[in-house]
């Protein structure tokens, strides 16, 4: 498809358990961003990978999260050791410098820790 | 910090009637600001967006203010129409930012028929 995409949609875990969620960006965006949604809140910043830069971790609220991108294509976002207030919708988005500051999302995953 | 603060978390106007939805911010490095919608089970979808050097910007129905010296920026869509009905976030951008949004927590707007 044309869009971003995540998977999975929808995942249920366990508290203690590990999660790994996957997006695929728009073919050709060399900027990828993770963020995510608790009920009732705000998008709230996770990670951003540009290029071949470091990536911006500033908006990790743990060291249970990480999150790899394999070039400019794949990323994977990792939780560890899940907590019940990790339950939100993560969301991934992309850009590329012609759509300037305009990034377009996926549909989210939905997680949550039980 | 919220660097980004929509204050209304919900609004309901009447179908055909303006629907103002409201954001302020407090960074002033901030000077690319947008509107995204997002529908219950779906990604946020860009809108519409304003450069600081701007006050205005019109996209069909819908239109984005931006007061500078106030830090507000406002949306404005009229006519609503009742599949207007989402939540609206207002995002910023600056150039030390690069292309990474802050958002503000979203207003509920229902447009009733």
């Known amino acids: 498809g044309a869009g971003v995409s995540q998977s999975p949609s929808n995942k249920v875990t366990e508290k203690g358990k590990d999660v790994e969620l996957r997006c695929d960006p728009i073919s050709g965006h060399t900027a990828l961003y993770w963020y995510r949604q608790r009920l009732g809140q705000g998008l709230e910043f996770l990670i951003y990978?540009?290029?071949?830069?470091?990536?911006?971790k500033s908006g990790l609220p743990s060291d249970r999260f990480s999150a790899e991108r394999t070039g400019e294509s794949v990323s994977t976002l990792t939780i560890q050791r899940t907590q019940q207030e990790d339950s939100a919708v993560y969301l991934c988005?992309?850009?590329?410098?012609?759509?300037?500051?305009?990034?377009?999302f996926g549909e989210g995953s939905w997680l949550t820790v039980v | 910090d919220q660097q980004v603060k929509q204050n209304s978390p919900s609004l309901s106007v009447q179908e055909g009637r303006i629907s103002i939805l409201n954001c302020d911010y407090t960074?002033?490095?901030?000077?690319?600001f947008l509107w995204y919608k997002k529908y219950p089970a779906e990604g946020p979808t860009f809108l519409i967006s304003?450069?600081?050097?701007?006050d205005k910007n019109e996209d069909g129905r819908f239109t984005v203010f931006l007061n500078k010296s106030a830090k507000h920026l406002s949306l404005h869509i009229v006519p609503s129409q009742p599949g207007d009905s989402a939540v609206y976030f207002c995002a910023a951008s600056s150039q030390t930012s690069g292309s990474r949004l802050t958002f503000g927590e979203g207003t509920q707007l229902t447009v009733n028929p």
């Open positions: 990978f540009q290029g071949n830069s470091a990536p911006d």
């Open positions: 960074n002033s490095m901030f000077d690319y």
């Open positions: 304003i450069s600081s050097i701007k």
């Open positions: 988005a992309s850009s590329t410098q012609a759509s300037g500051n305009t990034i377009y």
